[in-house]
C-alpha cells in the first residue's frame, strides 16, 4: 500500500476554480470545506415509497454548515484586497463561520446576532474563534440593518450574503450533488431563511447545465418556517418567531434571487410549521442516523408536504439540503427527545429497564 493517497480534496476555491472568480493563491483561506456527502435514505419508504431520497449534508463542513463554502470566498476575497476586519449579522452559523475563517486568515471578526436568539453551539464558535461577539436587543433584520450601515463608512468587510462571493461560493453545493448522482435531481429542497442558498443553489445548476455537465434542470423547493415566512406571504414579517433559529428572518436579503429559482425552475417556496419541522428532524436522526439542525429539517419537512400533496412522484430523485449539524443547538434536542432513564448502578434493577 502506498502512504500517499492521491487526489486529496483542496477545498471548494482550488477545486473549483474555473467556475469561480480568480482568487490569488496566497489569499487563499480555506479549511478544506466542501466535499460533503449525499446520504441516500433507506429507511423513509413509508413515506416517501419508490422514489429516491438523497441528503447533502452540510453539516460536515468545517464549522457545520454550508456557509463555510461562501466564506471561504468572502474572507479570501477581503484578504486579497487588504482588509482586517470582517463583519457579519448572523442568526449563528454565518457567524461561527465568519470567526473560524477570519481567525485562519489572521483578520478581526466582528459579528452580531440576536441576544438569546441563536443556538449554544454556534455562540460558543463564535466566542472559541476569538469574534467579538455582540449580542443585540433585537432580532436579525435589525442586525444587518446595523452591520449595512457599519460597513458603508468604516473599514470592515461585509461577510453576509449580500456579499456577492458568499453566493458564488455556495453556488458549489449544487456542482457536487450533480457529480455524486452523475445528473441534476427532479427536485432539490432547501431551507429559506435569508434566501442565500437557493439562490446559489440555483445559479450552480445553471451554470453546469449552460456548459453541458448536465442536461435537465431541478425544480427549487424553498421552505420557510411558519412564524418566518416573508416570502410565502408576499410582504416582511416584523417580528418573526420559530424554534428554528437558524431561519428566524423576516426581510431576506435575497428575497429576488429565491423568486427567480422558483419561477424559472417551475419550483415553489412554501411554508412547514415548526410542528413539522421538529417531526422531520427526530425522525432523520432516529431513522436515517443522520442529525441535523431544526432549520435544516425545514427541506425535509418541505419533501414530506409536497409528497402529500402528490407533487413528488415514483421515480423522482429529490435532494435536500441539510444545511448544519444538529450538535449546533443541543438545547432543542434535548427538549425535542425523551428523557435519559435514571437507574442505580446494579445489574439487575439495570436489565430489568433494559427489558430482559
Ligand atoms: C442551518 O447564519 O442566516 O436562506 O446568519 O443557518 O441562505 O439564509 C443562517 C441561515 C438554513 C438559511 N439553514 O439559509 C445566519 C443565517 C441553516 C442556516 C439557513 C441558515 P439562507
Known amino acids: 500500500m502506498q502512504l500517499t493517497r492521491k487526489g486529496l480534496w483542496s477545498g471548494i476555491i482550488r477545486e473549483y476554480r474555473d467556475f469561480l472568480p480568480a482568487i490569488s493563491d496566497e489569499a487563499v483561506t480555506t479549511l478544506l ?6 446520504v441516500e435514505t433507506t ?7 419508490n422514489l429516491r431520497l438523497l441528503l447533502k449534508f452540510e453539516g460536515l463542513n468545517p464549522t457545520g454548515s454550508f456557509k463555510d463554502r461562501g466564506m471561504t470566498m468572502a474572507v479570501s476575497k477581503a484578504r486579497e484586497e487588504g482588509s482586517r476586519a470582517v463583519i457579519c449579522a448572523s442568526t449563528g452559523n454565518t457567524s461561527a463561520s465568519a470567526a473560524a475563517y477570519a481567525a485562519k486568515a489572521g483578520m478581526k471578526a466582528y459579528v452580531l446576532v440576536p441576544d438569546g436568539g441563536i443556538a449554544l453551539g454556534k455562540l460558543s464558535q463564535a466566542m472559541m474563534h476569538g469574534a467579538m461577539v455582540l449580542q443585540i436587543k433585537g432580532n436579525f433584520d435589525d442586525a444587518l440593518n446595523i452591520v449595512k450601515e457599519v460597513t458603508k463608512s468604516y473599514p470592515v468587510k461585509m461577510v453576509n450574503s449580500i456579499n456577492p462571493f458568499r453566493i458564488e461560493g455556495q453556488k458549489t453545493g449544487a456542482f457536487e450533488v450533480c457529480e455524486h448522482l452523475g445528473f441534476a435531481p427532479t427536485f432539490h429542497f432547501l431551507p429559506v431563511g435569508n434566501a442565500g442558498n437557493i439562490t446559489a443553489y440555483w445559479r450552480g445548476y445553471r451554470e453546469y447545465h449552460k456548459q453541458g455537465i448536465i442536461s435537465n434542470l431541478p425544480k427549487m423547493m424553498g421552505f420557510q418556517a411558519e412564524g418566518a415566512a416573508p416570502i410565502v406571504l408576499g410582504h416582511p414579517v416584523a417580528d418573526p418567531h420559530t424554534v428554528a433559529t437558524a431561519i428566524k428572518i423576516g426581510n431576506p436579503a435575497s428575497w429576488e434571487g429565491a423568486l427567480k429559482a422558483k419561477e424559472e425552475s417551475g419550483g415553489v417556496i412554501d411554508l412547514v410549521t415548526d410542528e413539522e419541522i421538529i417531526e422531520a428532524y427526530r425522525l432523520l436522526a432516529s431513522m436515517e442516523g443522520v442529525f441535523c439542525e431544526p432549520a435544516s429539517a425545514a427541506s425535509v419537512a418541505g419533501a414530506i408536504k409536497m409528497k402529500k400533496e402528490g407533487i413528488l412522484n415514483d421515480g423522482d430523485t429529490v435532494v435536500c439540503t441539510l444545511t448544519g449539524h444538529g450538535l449546533k443547538d443541543p438545547d432543542t434536542a ?10 442505580p448502578a446494579d445489574l439487575k434493577k439495570i436489565l430489568k429497564v433494559m427489558g430482559f
Open 33 to 38: 470545506e466542501g466535499n460533503t456527502p449525499l
Open 43 to 49: 429507511n423513509l419508504k413509508h413515506i416517501f415509497g
Open 334 to 343: 434535548m427538549n425535542s427527545s425523551p428523557k435519559p432513564t435514571k437507574v
